[in-house]
């Protein structure tokens, strides 16, 4: 369920992932914001993950914004996570980490999509790739 190309790719171990403050202990869903900044998909993601949360399924939810997508969107994003029912659990397990990928070696953003266990692509929630 995995990125095959990724996790090939991959040099790095789950240890890693402590840099960015993930365990690697529980699932991982990795979404991209591109330029689009696609705040329907974010919003969907960040409904996903409340309804999981209160049915016990725990899951890090990474939200990896593109480079070079600039401050602006940030600023949206960092409101839409603030916004959700699980904001009391950003940078925490279980909880929503959002991640720049201009601030983290190219090494780091494919361990982060190699350790996803679902990558959800732009569309409806239910448009969710299983890797």
């Known amino acids: 369920m995995r990125s095959r ?9 789950k240890p890693a ?3 960015h403050g993930i365990s690697g202990d529980l699932p991982i869903a990795l979404v991209r914001i591109g330029v689009d900044g696609n705040l329907d998909l974010v919003r969907n ?5 409340a309804y999981w949360h209160g049915r016990g399924i725990v ?8 480079e070079g997508v600039g401050d602006e969107l ?23 980490f959002l991640r720049d990928s201009s601030r983290i070696s190219a090494d780091d953003a ?10 959800p692509i732009d569309g409806p929630l239910a448009q969710v790739s299983y890797l």
Do not use: F, M, Y
Not at 5 to 13: A, C, D, H, K, Y
Not at 59 to 66: A, G, K, N, S
Not at 74 to 95: D, Y
């Open 5 to 13: 190309e990724s996790v090939s790719w991959n040099r790095l171990g």
């Open 17 to 19: 992932l402590w840099a």
């Open 45 to 49: 993601v960040l409904r996903g993950h």
């Open 59 to 66: 899951v890090d939810l990474i939200l990896l914004q593109e």
């Open 74 to 96: 940030r600023r949206h994003l960092e409101n839409e996570v603030q916004k959700a029912t699980t904001a009391e659990l950003v940078e925490r397990p279980g909880g929503v």
């Open 110 to 119: 494919t361990l982060l999509e190699a350790a996803a266990r679902l990558l």
